[in-house]
């Protein structure tokens, strides 16, 4: 489980809590409308919905699973793997591979090593490769537009609640103040649920699956890289150097205390 999205989501929601509790005098249940909440948040992932396929949304909806639950790929055991497929492809030949391939966790890798194993040329696999990543680039890009959406029609669907209640409102201008009252708390409350759709749901979980995706490409190009380098048959030593390239210089100093 992702623990930065639940933390950051414990304390966002914690504070908003305590702050709705502490502005309201200990009436939190002011704040909860039932209607609002449907009326708003339905009109934001309706309007999400409808700015793109519905395959591309339901899609979507799932990558919230991946953004909690998704594993983290530790790069430097990454490294190493590779590492140690060059130092077999160096040792025993190319062909030695294919028994140790299949037990490769990362299916991008094990493809990018049966292509090796095949005798596929070097100009073949970084292009079915790369095809890979920039497919699933393209796939990633469809999750983060339907939550960009739904942060970014949150809050005018909050203000068409607004709106609404202000109609109930001045409907009722003859009638007693808390009529009234009630029908302008109404109304901004559903402005709030717009506020908070954009700024603490759907905003946040559209940037951090940016950022995941932005990490898994990552991965992917290290993992290239690293079968381009062990295909052409260089040293073991120059690919882990290689590879190294890719990390910061704090990241290459910790490798040797972890080994």
Not at 20 to 37: F, L, N, R, T, W
Not at 175 to 193: C, K
Not at 207 to 217: N, P, T
């Amino acid at each position: 489980m992702d623990l930065a999205t639940v933390i950051g989501y414990l304390l966002a929601w914690g504070a908003l809590t305590y702050g709705a509790y502490h502005a309201s005098h200990g009436a939190v249940g002011s704040y909860i409308k039932p209607g609002e909440a449907i009326l708003v948040g339905g009109m934001a992932l309706g309007a999400a919905f409808a700015s793109m396929p519905l395959h591309a949304a339901m899609g979507a909806l799932g990558a919230v699973k991946k953004c909690l639950f998704s594993k983290e790929t530790h790069i430097e055991h990454l490294i190493k793997q590779i590492v140690s497929y060059a130092e077999t492809a160096r040792r025993d030949g190319v062909l030695a591979l294919e028994s140790v391939a299949r037990e490769a966790p990362d299916p991008f890798l094990r493809r990018g090593l049966q292509l090796t194993i095949d005798g596929t040329d070097p100009e073949v696999i970084e292009r079915i490769m790369r095809i890979e990543i920039e497919a699933m680039g393209e796939r990633h890009k469809h999750g983060r537009h339907f939550w960009h959406s739904v942060a970014k029609f949150g809050p005018g669907c909050g203000l068409i609640a607004c709106l609404c209640g202000q109609v109930a409102m001045f409907r009722n201008l003859n009638g007693d103040a808390g009529t009234i009252g009630a029908a302008l708390a109404v109304a901004l409350v559903g402005t709030l649920y717009g506020a908070l759709i954009q700024n603490i749901m759907a905003g946040p979980l559209a940037e951090k699956l940016a950022v995941k995706s932005k990490e898994e490409m990552f991965i992917k190009e290290i993992i290239l890289q690293g079968v381009l380098s062990i295909q052409a048959g260089n040293n073991p030593r120059v690919v882990e150097m290689q590879l190294l390239s890719f990390l910061s210089a704090k990241q290459q100093e910790a490798l040797p205390k972890a080994a």
